[in-house]
């Protein structure tokens, strides 16, 4: 099968001809003065699961209650699956919830929380319980059944909230900070469990968090966003590898930025900056010279020397002394002090044994790769 | 150095008191138990004595408990006659009856206005809940007695609606509101709505938000979400609520004995003829040990039944 294919099977985002199922149109929710979400407008396919990522107040929270139907937009228009939404309650739409505080009913069992969205469908009590028995299975909670929401654990009631908002096969499922409540250990199972529950019933997700490594896990299409509006969409590795804006690069993993000018906007462009000289980087279009530009370096991409490597065309190249290092178990993270003073973030993998690491107050030669350097413009 | 002095005081005191084995917690505890014990407990056993007593025209007007014979030994004087001829006399059963029945009555009424009150100030955004909240308990800066009086200047023959529904056509006669049962429900669900609203409020204004949101999100109707979601989980405070109303209006006497007519029984109103009108203490206090009765049992009952709810 040809890459192309397999793309426009798997990722529908990337065929132009392509029916999105939600269409997001120059939405606008203004609380007050307050304006929470800025005319955003974004299409997003059958079957995906996308992230909303922000930081606190980003407006994504917004965004997905507005999709639930419990915010009403100041301006613009969602339609789901081709019907516009405007109008119809929260009640009526082939959506659900899972809340982020997960907002079980105190009062009812397990059994009945999951049960509730079907017997609100009319459906018969026998058809309703065996569909939950299955449900229960699915999220390996069918021995709680009987339990009450306060007997259970922070995982186990995060899965009657899954199951819960699962139930009714809603054609889309929006989740608010699914894994917020969970520890680090917990968490990274639950979001392999997720994607299995996601793929086994083919719904389509969105997810709101503020963690950017749940995103990067769990995302077909990540929604970078900021006071508003979204800044980037994109798969995980285009967002981490391509960021459009400081902002972006800076939210999604750690960065090292310099700010410069072009002088040579050819292939490699040439940028001088204040802080590092004159440095390579990536060639993109677009650009002239005398232009402002940041440059973006990931910290992976720096190798530590002892030896000053061979001057080349296409490498930068810059001595220093080591600050810092944290030692990660399977990598360690480096603060190298340039010779002007400015420190550079460079994280090693451990992936070889090495018997004689670099260690504090080393002086080693920092160098990466022209490729491994990003002009950014805003 | 305020601080320094403090704490040494506190560490003085904390040893003394540990030295004769009491700690903190058991001072906490011991101030209200002492009250308890002071002004309910012992009133009540004194109560409890006079109901086993006989009457007698003497100050105090019953029977002692003891008496020491010619020989010098003691007799005790006891007698369940008080609580036998409770049970026989219809007037005292049917003066209890009534006083549930009424209590009943006006603690259901009180509930059915006082809900819909409370749901609207919890629901209320916080500047206005604050004023909503403080006309309820507005009421309290005013006597008690002065707005049963305020209610008969509504209610009288020549009163302010017969007046107002004579003027404006809607009846010839003016209706009978004054020393009617009808009278005594709105002076009970009147003073009594306050303590119905403030327990269902505090406990409205902690069902949280998502709860509603996510009953709505899984299809459930304003309605149905009401009825499966905000009704049970506001029991608490629905039981809570009644218990206020319908324990005060049981023993009520102001009510009935200003508003109510000649007709309208209640076990308050008995009791004050017994206690001040026939001078019978001892009878009065059955008729109260056995109010108090009932009143304990329903709680009693209630409780129990929330414990075992807790327990599944």
């Known amino acids: 099968m040809s890459d192309t294919a397999l793309a426009a099977d798997t990722k529908p985002w990337r065929d132009t001809t392509a029916r999105p199922f939600i269409s997001i149109r120059n939405i606008t929710k203004r609380f007050g003065d307050f304006t929470a979400v800025n005319d955003i407008s974004l299409d997003i396919y059958q079957g995906e699961l996308f992230c909303l990522l922000g930081g606190s107040g980003c407006g994504k929270s917004t965004l997905l209650r507005m999709l639930a139907g419990f915010e009403v937009p100041t301006a613009g228009q969602i339609l789901i699956d081709g019907q516009d939404m405007a109008g119809v309650p929260a009640d009526k739409r082939p959506t659900n919830m899972m809340f982020q505080s997960y907002a079980l009913f105190p009062h009812m069992s397990v059994e009945k929380n999951v049960a509730y969205g079907l017997l609100r469908e009319g459906k018969s009590r026998a058809e309703a319980y065996a569909r939950v028995a299955e449900m229960l299975k699915l999220v390996k909670l069918e021995a709680l059944a009987k339990r009450k929401p306060h007997q259970l654990s922070g995982g186990q009631r995060q899965r009657v909230a899954l199951a819960r908002s699962l139930i009714k096969q809603p054609k889309l499922l929006l989740l608010d900070e699914p894994l917020g409540a969970l520890d680090k250990k917990l968490r990274e199972e639950t979001q392999f469990e997720l994607i299995r529950i996601q793929e086994t019933l083919g719904v389509t997700f969105i997810v709101v968090t503020h963690d950017q490594d749940e995103a990067m896990t769990l995302a077909t299409r990540i929604g970078v966003m900021n006071e508003g509006v979204i800044t980037q969409v994109g798969e995980p590795r285009a967002i981490y590898e391509h960021p459009k804006s400081r902002f972006v690069a800076d939210f999604i993993g750690s960065v090292n930025l310099f700010e410069g000018q072009v002088r040579d906007p050819g292939a490699p462009v040439v940028v001088e900056t204040p802080e590092l000289g004159t440095m390579k980087a990536l060639a993109r279009e677009g650009l002239s010279a005398g232009q402002q530009v940041w440059l973006a370096l990931r910290p992976e991409r720096v190798s530590l020397t002892r030896t000053e490597p061979a001057a080349s065309d296409s490498v930068n190249t810059l001595p220093g002394v080591v600050e810092d290092v944290a030692y990660m178990g399977h990598m360690s993270h480096f603060r190298v002090r340039l010779a002007n003073g400015r420190m550079l973030r460079v994280t090693l993998s451990n992936r070889l044994h090495d018997e004689d690491p670099i260690s504090w107050d080393e002086a080693v030669f920092a160098s990466w790769n022209a490729s491994a350097m990003r002009v950014l413009t805003e | ?312």
Do not use: C
Request: hydrophobic fraction near 55%; proline fraction near 7%.
């Open chain 2, 1 to 312: 150095m305020s601080a320094l002095t403090d704490n040494a005081l506190w560490r003085g005191t904390a040893r003394v008191m540990g030295r004769l084995g009491i700690s903190g917690r058991t001072l906490v505890i011991a101030i209200p138990m002492l009250w308890l014990l002071a002004f309910f407990l012992v009133p009540f056993l004194v109560l409890g004595r006079i109901s086993l007593a006989e009457a007698i025209i003497a100050r105090p007007p019953y029977t002692p408990l003891w008496e020491r014979g010619p020989d010098g030994t003691l007799h005790i004087i006891a007698t369940l006659e008080n609580y036998r001829f409770l049970l026989e006399d219809a007037l005292y059963r049917n003066a209890y009856l009534s006083s549930i029945r009424i209590a009943v009555i006006s603690t259901v009424f009180a509930l059915l206005i006082g809900y819909p009150i409370a749901y609207y100030i919890a629901r209320s955004p916080e500047p206005r809940r604050s004023v909503l909240l403080l006309l309820v308990i507005l009421p309290f800066w005013t006597s008690f007695l002065l707005r049963v009086y305020a209610w008969m200047g509504f209610l009288r023959r020549e009163g302010v609606i017969n007046n107002t529904l004579m003027s404006l056509g809607i009846i010839d006669q003016p209706l009978v509101m004054m020393q009617t049962d009808f009278a005594v429900y709105i002076g009970i669900v009147y003073t009594y709505l306050p303590f119905m609203i403030l327990p269902l409020y505090a406990n409205l204004v902690k069902l949280d938000d998502a709860l509603l949101e996510a009953a709505g999100d899984l299809g459930a109707s304003p309605t149905v979400t009401f009825f499966t979601v905000t009704l049970p989980l506001s029991l608490p405070g629905i039981v809570a609520g009644s218990m206020l109303v319908f324990i005060p209006a049981i023993g009520e006497y102001v009510i009935p004995a200003l508003l109510g007519g000649p007709d309208t029984l209640m076990i308050g109103r008995v009791l004050w003829d017994e206690f001040f009108s026939s001078r019978d203490w001892p009878v009065a206090s059955a008729v109260a040990i056995v109010m108090l009765f009932l009143v304990v049992a329903p709680i009693m009952w209630l409780q129990s039944v929330q414990n075992r709810r807790e327990l599944q």
